[in-house]
């Protein structure tokens, strides 16, 4: 009895077992052919339309943070990948961020072209005018008490926000920013979130040449009262967070890109090109399955100086930090002179490298650009200048490539790559220039091939990185460089 019973339910239990095998889907793990197949730069060229119709239809014909067109870009990304419930969830974290609306400052009863300055408050302040000697980017360069004073600081070599941040401490009613350029001071931001401690005051900003003046007269003994005024708005814009149902959250890949563009166009290679590279390989990533999860993020207000990475890295309890193993960043993908630039995580071009597992990374995208698409690379210096940025400072490892910005192009990588000898990577760098018109379709199949790559090869697999505990005894050799940042 019990021989026979065991007998049937074995049988039974066969036929079970080989339809369930000839139901179950083949294994598609995602790999980086396949992942990489995936990819058509018509798909791609196709919603760098839709951006960019985005962006003409905004009333200021750019995707700037604030606008109907960095709405309308958060929103078609967001619906994108909303579509695929069942593959992502999907999160829009708001971001509120301080925007300037407008501002008015008299010097003894002159009044001066005066602009706002993002993250500053609102408020009506007046006093003694006093000059900081040296940038302001030390404590010691203030005197011990501004108490009632309105301090005037040259700009340069480090975020506004610091400056800001020491004016406060002593005492000062409100801060006047001076160009250290041409030009006036419009759409400046003091670039690093508020600090609880420091909290900001309202800030103007001028040119270079009345700010000069300013410092003249005082320097000749006169005493300045000025008189500012500033308006600000507290706006709420959204990071968007994806990450794979599939895969072990605990860890985790993590992709990035930003939505927002500069106030002077469209910005379709500057970002769009990275953020629809991801958006495209995150579409195409729902006909796999993963091992490890797999987030995507679009940030907000990179151009403001970092903030909507800077914030969500600042909310993540360490517990989520620990689970983020590399954090990838795509920015300029298709920059017409380009170059295919791979971060120095290691530190053998530049010696600036990052938490253990940065020097990995640069290793991969090595390997991808040498042995399988077999195409020249060189290396850009990981000064943290994008949003890859607020990771390194967490101790999370990061790595990316970009095709390259305003940098020129040197007779050595015309050899590598074509293109133009001393001519910036992308002349539309910031300009109303950077539009569908002017991408370069080589360059961007190419990036969103390698970024392809990396999302695959990582969402199998993290044997190529260091262990976790490793990678947290790590020291941090990164140092933050205090050049080329373009909102200090
Ligand atoms: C599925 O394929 C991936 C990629 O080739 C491989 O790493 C994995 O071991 C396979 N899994 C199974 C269950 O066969
Ligand atoms: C500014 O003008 C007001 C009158 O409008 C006058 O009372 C005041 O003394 C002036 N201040 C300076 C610094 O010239
Ligand atoms: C915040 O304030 C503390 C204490 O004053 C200071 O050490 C720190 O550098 C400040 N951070 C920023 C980002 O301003
Ligand atoms: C500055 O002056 C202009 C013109 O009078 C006015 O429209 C604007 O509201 C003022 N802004 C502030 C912050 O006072
Ligand atoms: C998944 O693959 C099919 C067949 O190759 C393709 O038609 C479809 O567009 C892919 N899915 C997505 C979301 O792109
Ligand atoms: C776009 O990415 C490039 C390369 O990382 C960066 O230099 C640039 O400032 C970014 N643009 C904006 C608008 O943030
Ligand atoms: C690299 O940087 C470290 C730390 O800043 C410094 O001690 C070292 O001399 C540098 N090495 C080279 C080759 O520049
Ligand atoms: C790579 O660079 C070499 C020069 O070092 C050049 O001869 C070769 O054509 C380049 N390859 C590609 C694919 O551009």
Known sequence: MAIWKSLVVTAALVAAVAD??????????????????????EA????????????YSSPDKNRVIGSQGHEDTVAYIHDQIAKFPEYYTVELQPVPIRIGVSANLTASNQSIEVYPVSLAPSGHVTGPLVAIPNLGC????????LEGKIALIFRGTCSFGYKVGFA???????????????????GYSLSVLENATTPYIPTGGISRTAGEALVAQLNSGAEIIVDLTTESKTIATNNIIAQTTGGDPNNVIHIGGHSDSVAAGPGINDNGSGSLAILEIALQLTNFS???AVRFSWWTAEEEGLLG????VAQLPQAEKDKIRLFLDFDMMASPNFAYQIYDGDGSAYNLTGPAGSAEAEKEFTNY?????????TEIEFDGRSDYGPFLE?????GGIAGGAEGLKTEEEVLLFGGAAGVQYDVNYHEDGDTVDNLNHECWIEMSRAIAHMVATYAQSFDSLPSKKAARRGTVAHKKTKTHQRWI
């Open 20 to 41: 369930a095998a000839a139901l179950r889907p083949r294994n598609n793990t995602v790999t980086s052919e396949a992942l990489r197949k995936s990819l058509d730069i």
């Open 44 to 55: 791609l060229k196709s919603k760098a339309q839709i951006l960019q119709d985005i962006a």
């Open 138 to 145: 030390d404590a010691s360069d203030f005197p011990s008490s």
């Open 168 to 186: 406060s401490g002593r005492g000062a009613l409100g801060v006047i920013a001076y160009n250290n350029a041409d030009g006036n001071l419009n």
């Open 290 to 292: 993963v091992n490890n």
């Open 309 to 312: 990475a800077s914030y969500y």
């Open 369 to 377: 650009f040498t042995n399988i698409a077999k195409l020249n690379h």
């Open 394 to 398: 967490a101790g999370i490892a990061a």
